[in-house]
C-alpha cells in the first residue's frame, strides 16, 4: 500500500496539481472532440469529406508551426503559454459546436477554425512538454509523467465513449461545447501554476534560436536517435490501424478477434505506466526504453502470419506496455538531461516526428489494404521498420550508459 501512496508523490507539491488537473479534463475533451466532430459533421452534411478537411486543416498548421512554438515556448514562461492556446482552443471548440447545433457549416470558417486549432495546438505542445521539470523536482519526474500517460491512456477509453453516448442524445454539437469547457477550465488552472522564474537570457532572435535547437537535436545522439525511432513507431502503428482490420476480417477473429487486438493494446498501455507508477526505476532509462520498444516487433510480425486473435492480443499488450513505459522514460529522460532553456524546443522534435510522418503511414496501409497478401507484407517490413532505427541507437554508447540521476529528498511545495 506504501509502495502505491508514494505513487502519487507528484501530488504533493502544488503546481503539478494544477497542471496534473488541466491535462487530465483537456486530453479527455480532446478525446471526446475526435468522435463528436466526425459524428457531428457527419449529421450535418450527410458526407466524409468536411470531417476530412477538418482533420487535414488542424494537421497542416500543427507540423507547419511545432518548431516554432517550441522556440516562443522557451522564451516566455510556459505556464502562461499553455493557458493562451487552452483559451484559444476552448474558444474554437466552442464555434464548432455552436455551427453543429445550428446545422450550417459553413466550409471556409470551418477550416479557418481548424487553422486556428491547429496553430494554437503547435504551441501548447512544446510548451506542455518542457513544463513538467519545474512543477516537480527530478526525483518525481518518472512517477509524473506517468501519471499523466496513464490518464492520456484512459481517456482514450472514455472519451470516445463519452462522445458517442451524447452523440446520440443529445448530439455532437453539445459534446463539441463540453470540450470548449473542459479547455477553459485547463485554462484556468494552466494560469494557476506558480513556478520559478527562469534567469534571463540573450535574445538571439527566432532563426538563431531554430538553429541551435537543431544543432542540440542533431549533435546529440540519444536525442536524434530517440526521435527517429519514434517517427519510425508512427509510421508503422498507422500502418497497423489500417491493416490490421483487413487481416482480421480475413482471418480467424473477425471483426470480434479485431476489437480483442485493439482493447488489449489499450490495456497494455495502461499496465506499461503502472510498472513505473509502482517504483520501476532502471538505472539506464533508454537502453531500457529501447529493449522495451522492440516488444512491438514479434507483434507485427504474429498478426501478419494471422495467429489466433488470442494470441496476437496478448503480443499487442506486451508491446502496448513496452512502447508506452518507454515513452514515459524517454520524456523524463528529457527532462532530467536536456537544458531547462531547450526543453520546448527538443520537445517540439519530438512532437514533430509523430505529426508529420503518422500520414505516410496512412496512405502505406492504405494502399496495402486492398489486398490480404499485401497487407500482411507490409504489415511484417514494419516490424524492421521498428527494429533497425532501436539497433542503431542501442549501438551508441550514450543511449546504452546513459544514467538517471540519483533520488534526493526535496520538499513538497
Known amino acids: 500500500m506504501t509502495r502505491w501512496k508514494e505513487s502519487l508523490a507528484p501530488l504533493r507539491h502544488r503546481a503539478f496539481r494544477y ?19 466526425t459524428v457531428g459533421l457527419l449529421e450535418v452534411t450527410g458526407s466524409g469529406a468536411a470531417a476530412g478537411l477538418a482533420l487535414g486543416a488542424s494537421t497542416i498548421p500543427l507540423v507547419v508551426f511545432l518548431l516554432i512554438g517550441g522556440v516562443w ?10 493557458a493562451g492556446m487552452d483559451l484559444v482552443r476552448g474558444v474554437v471548440q466552442l ?23 491547429g496553430t494554437a495546438q503547435a504551441f501548447h505542445l512544446p510548451a506542455a512538454g518542457g513544463l513538467t521539470a519545474f512543477t516537480v523536482p527530478k526525483e518525481d519526474l518518472q512517477r509524473a509523467n506517468a501519471l499523466m500517460s496513464i490518464t492520456r491512456s484512459l481517456s482514450g477509453i472514455a472519451g470516445p465513449l463519452i462522445a458517442g453516448g451524447l452523440a446520440a442524445t443529445i448530439g455532437a454539437g453539445w459534446a463539441l461545447l463540453l470540450d470548449g469547457g473542459t479547455f477553459l477550465l485547463s485554462a484556468f488552472l494552466a494560469s494557476r501554476i506558480r513556478v520559478p522564474a527562469a534567469p534571463p ?36 502503428i498507422a500502418v497497423f490501424l489500417v491493416t490490421g482490420p483487413v487481416l482480421a476480417l480475413q482471418e480467424q477473429g473477425g471483426a470480434l478477434g479485431w476489437a480483442l487486438v485493439v482493447a488489449a493494446l489499450g490495456v497494455g498501455d495502461v499496465l506499461g505506466d503502472l510498472v513505473l507508477l509502482a517504483g520501476y526505476r532502471p538505472r539506464r532509462p533508454l537502453l531500457v526504453a529501447r529493449l522495451a520498444e522492440l516488444l512491438l516487433v514479434p507483434a507485427l510480425i504474429l498478426i501478419a502470419l494471422g495467429v489466433p486473435a488470442p494470441v496476437q492480443a496478448v503480443a ?25 532553456d531547450a526543453l520546448s524546443k527538443v520537445s517540439s522534435y519530438d512532437w514533430l516526428s509523430s505529426q508529420a510522418l ?10 496495402a489494404a486492398a489486398d490480404g497478401a499485401t497487407a500482411a507484407a507490409v504489415l511484417a517490413v514494419m516490424a524492421a521498420v521498428v527494429a533497425l532505427p532501436r539497433l542503431v541507437s542501442l549501438a551508441y554508447p550514450s543511449v546504452r550508459e546513459l544514467r538517471a540521476p540519483q533520488p534526493e529528498q526535496a520538499p513538497a511545495n
Open 95 to 117: 464555434g464548432l459546436g455552436a455551427m453543429i447545433l445550428t446545422g450550417e457549416v459553413n466550409l471556409g470558417l470551418l477550416i479557418g477554425l481548424q487553422v486556428v486549432f
Open 316 to 340: 499487442i499488450a506486451l508491446a502496448g506496455a513496452g512502447m508506452t513505459a518507454a515513452d514515459s522514460l524517454w520524456i523524463t529522460t528529457m527532462q532530467q538531461h536536456v537544458p531547462e
Open 19 to 37: 497542471q496534473f488537473a488541466g491535462f487530465s479534463v483537456s486530453v479527455t475533451g480532446n478525446m471526446l472532440s475526435l468522435v463528436a466532430l
Open 73 to 82: 515556448a522557451d522564451r516566455l514562461p510556459r505556464h502562461l503559454v499553455m
Open 201 to 236: 537570457r540573450a535574445d538571439g532572435g527566432l532563426v538563431k534560436e531554430l538553429s541551435d535547437g537543431f544543432r542540440l537535436v542533431t549533435r546529440t545522439p540519444w536525442i536524434w536517435t530517440s526521435v527517429a525511432c519514434f517517427a519510425c513507431t508512427h509510421v508503422a
Open 358 to 367: 503518422r500520414p505516410i503511414g496512412y496512405a502505406l496501409g492504405a494502399a
